[in-house]
């Protein structure tokens, strides 16, 4: 499972909302939500991620797979 941060939108921004969600530094595939749930995912990517990067790293390979059979 990936997980790909959504970036602030304009209107949050101008009302002054936070990213709630924290990249655990030692654990790349970790988030924290506040201060006390974590989770884990396969991938975990942040706001500034471009779509191919996402692809190139957690699509390819299984659509590699697909068209080998």
């Known amino acids: ?3 790909r941060i959504r970036p602030l939108s304009e209107k949050e ?5 936070t990213e709630c969600l924290t990249l655990i530094p030692d654990a790349p595939q970790q988030i924290l939500i506040g201060t006390d749930r974590s989770f884990t ?3 975990v990517f942040p706001s500034d991620t471009e779509q ?7 699509a390819i390979s299984l659509l590699d797979k697909f068209v080998e059979g």
Request: charged content about 20%.
């Open 52 to 58: 191919d990067e996402v692809f190139q790293d957690c």
């Open 41 to 43: 995912f396969d991938y």
């Open 13 to 17: 921004t101008i009302q002054g909302c």
């Open 1 to 3: 499972v990936a997980l």
